[in-house]
């Protein structure tokens, strides 16, 4: 789902197979898990949208056990998250499906909750709309929605790093960038989804925890 990043390099770990590994997982991971694992409880199915190289979800399901976790990606990236899934040996792991975001059938449905770090800004308002059209089929009711990542809030940035992020972003894909908070939010409630938290995370990032609740 996310373009190429240049920060995604191959390692070679205890298995001996070569892995795909965006530093900024290794940055976050732990406290995404820790936020998860506030709203996430064991048996749930958790969409992951956007999964890059699948670490999140290796990770994931050996922090937060009992958890299915869900992950999707274009086709270029399967390949990877499979990699991962075989490395990490954890049975809540399930296969990665083919998702790009754009497309207007979902190929999952009812699910408890969907997770996404690191898309909203990668790519432009259009697909982002359509991400939450399908994240709001995909999702049943009471579901909750967790999206990673920086925000502007009142039209302004957060930090220094992040117009530096958003300059890198619009200079490899112009419509893409860092969205404004109160876009994003209402964004949600077109699509069902109410925002219940807006968690402030390491780096100048955030969790926006949203719940899906229809129209009667």
């Not at 049975?91 to 009812?110: K, T, Y």
């Not at 697909?127 to 925000?151: E, H, T």
Request: charged share 20%; net charge negative.
């Amino acid at each position: 789902m996310q373009p190429a990043d240049p920060h995604i390099q191959s390692t070679k770990l205890a298995t001996h197979a070569e892995l795909p590994v965006a530093e900024s997982c290794l940055r976050n991971q732990k406290p995404i898990a820790d936020v998860l694992s506030r709203f996430l409880t064991p048996d749930m199915v958790v969409f992951e949208v956007g999964s890059g190289t699948g670490q999140h979800a290796a990770y994931m399901t050996e922090q937060l056990r009992g958890i299915h976790w869900q992950p999707s990606e274009l086709p270029s990236c399967l390949s990877a998250i499979r990699a991962w899934r075989e490395h990490s040996k954890q049975a809540g792991f399930l296969p990665p499906v083919e998702l790009d975001i754009s497309q207007d059938i979902w190929p999952l449905r009812n699910m408890d909750a969907v997770f996404s770090a690191n898309v909203v800004h990668f790519v432009g308002w259009s697909q982002v709309v359509a991400m939450f059209k399908g994240i709001s089929r995909s999702l049943k009711d009471n579901g909750l929605v967790l999206l990673y990542g920086p925000y502007n809030y009142d039209g302004r940035f957060t930090s220094e790093g992040n117009i530096a992020l958003d300059e890198w972003l619009r200079m490899r894909d112009p419509d893409s960038g860092i969205k404004d908070f109160e876009q994003i939010v209402l964004l949600g409630r077109q699509h069902q989804l109410h925002l219940l938290h807006d968690i402030e995370m390491p780096a100048n990032n955030r969790m926006l925890v949203f719940e899906k609740h229809p129209q009667p």
